[in-house]
């Protein structure tokens, strides 16, 4: 299992598609973080502990309370982890698995500043999203990366 890693100052232009070994994850920067990458609601959650969206509000029960999230769009639509678009900002999803309906954005990585696509700074993980009903962050702890 061999990790691929971009680190430095670089910005990616153009279609391309890195391709870690088997088993191996595209990592980003010194720190050697996992980028995010863009996933399926049917795939598992990139995160799991977002604040419950409360809608409808008491007394009636929340329509879907779950906090999970997935990053399903990603800004960035040229360059791949594999067969996975990698997240420079998108759009992410909360709710239950395979049909998840509160809608939310993702914020500009703070884990890495150097590895940029169109000099937008490719996510990694723990960085966050905000969820728009509940105004809550998401913070992902999994990259989506097979």
Do not use: Y
Not at 67 to 81: E, H, L, R
Not at 83 to 90: E, K
Not at 128 to 137: D, M, Q, T
């Amino acid at each position: 299992m061999a990790d691929m890693t971009l680190d430095g100052t670089l910005n990616l232009m153009g279609t391309l598609s890195f391709k870690p070994s088997a088993g191996g994850k595209l990592l980003i920067g010194a720190a050697a973080s996992e980028a995010l990458v863009e996933v399926t609601p049917s795939d598992p959650p990139q995160c799991t502990s977002a604040p419950p969206v409360i809608l409808p509000p008491p007394p009636a029960s929340p329509l879907q309370p779950q906090p999970t999230v997935w990053i399903v769009n990603s800004f960035n639509k040229t360059v791949k982890a594999g067969n996975r678009n990698l997240v420079a900002l998108g759009m992410v999803l909360q709710g239950q698995a395979g049909a998840p309906v509160w809608p939310g954005m993702l914020l500009p990585s703070t884990g890495n500043s150097t590895v940029t696509v169109n000099h937008i700074p490719v996510n990694v993980v723990n960085d966050k999203a905000v969820i728009f009903p509940s105004g809550g962050s998401a913070t992902f702890t999994t990259s989506g990366q097979p």
